[in-house]
């Protein structure tokens, strides 16, 4: 069955650091695009970075472009978003999702059929 195990995220303090990982499995990995997504207290679901499956091609919300790198690592099965320059309003609830092919519009919450259950992450001084 298809599993998808987020961690990694923890405290930070504005202008800080933090990588998550979420590590995949049940499934053919390198063929399916994956993101991030992102639910701060009080908010909808909100898409923050995808990848598809040969890793070229890379997208972002215009929240986090120029802050968090997105990843992945077919060989070991795991994404990864590395986030910098972190701020307050960055404090939320992390998701890693699989897409339902390789062949999906990235940002479209929709096209995303599998879920891992969330890694907190919060940025306070």
Not at 76 to 97: G, H, I, R, W
Request: charged residues 20%; hydrophobic residues 30%; contains cysteine.
């Amino acid at each position: 069955q298809v599993q998808l195990v987020e961690s990694g995220g923890g405290l930070a303090q504005p202008g800080g650091s933090l990588r998550l990982s979420c590590a995949a499995s049940g499934f053919t990995f390198s063929s399916y695009a994956m993101s991030w997504a992102r639910q701060a207290p009080g908010k909808g679901l909100e898409w923050v970075s995808g990848i598809y499956g040969d890793g070229r091609d890379l997208y972002y919300a215009d929240s986090v472009k120029g802050r968090f790198t997105i990843s992945r690592d077919n060989a070991k099965n795991t994404v990864y978003l590395q986030m910098n320059s972190l701020k307050p309003e960055d404090t939320a609830l992390y998701y890693c999702a699989k897409g339902i092919s390789d062949h999906v519009y990235l940002h479209n919450l929709d096209e995303y059929d599998y879920w891992g259950q969330g890694t907190q992450v919060t940025v306070s001084s």
